[in-house]
């Protein structure tokens, strides 16, 4: 079993940057993919970013669109997901998320552990 906690997130205008860190415990993180999930007030958990084990390959969702950077270093046990370009619509709660199965998962039922979240506020 593994336990995340995440950090890094705050308050930031519009058009800043941020970069979210999970680090995990417990368990080697390099048994795990990766995803980082955000929710905001009155929505639905959504789907961020995922990397796999060896971290060769990156998915993201489309609202992403080039702003967003997952990464992982297995040697520190952490994951990452840098933010660019900050708009008001990336305001939520964002969480990191680690699946011991083989299979890339875009939905949060295919991840088995989660941390507790962070919070992301884009001023105007």
């Known amino acids: 079993q593994v336990q995340l906690v995440e950090s890094g997130g705050g308050l930031v205008q519009a058009g800043g940057s941020l970069t979210l860190s999970c680090a995990a415990s417990?368990?080697?993180?390099?048994?795990?993919?990766m995803g980082w999930f955000r929710q905001a007030p009155g929505k639905e958990r959504e789907f961020v970013a995922a990397?796999?084990?060896?971290?060769?390959?990156?998915y993201y969702a489309d609202f992403v669109k080039g702003r967003f950077t997952i990464s992982r270093d297995n040697a520190k046990n952490a994951a990452y997901l840098q933010i660019n370009s900050l708009k008001q619509d990336d305001t939520a709660v964002y969480y990191c998320?680690?699946?011991?199965?083989?299979?890339?998962?875009?939905?949060?039922?295919?991840?088995?552990?989660w941390g507790q979240g962070t919070q992301v506020t884009v001023s105007s």
């Open positions: 998320a680690a699946d011991g199965s083989y299979s890339l998962h875009r939905t949060p039922n295919g991840y088995q552990y």
């Open positions: 417990g368990r080697t993180l390099s048994a795990y993919t």
């Open positions: 990397v796999p084990r060896s971290g060769t390959a990156t």
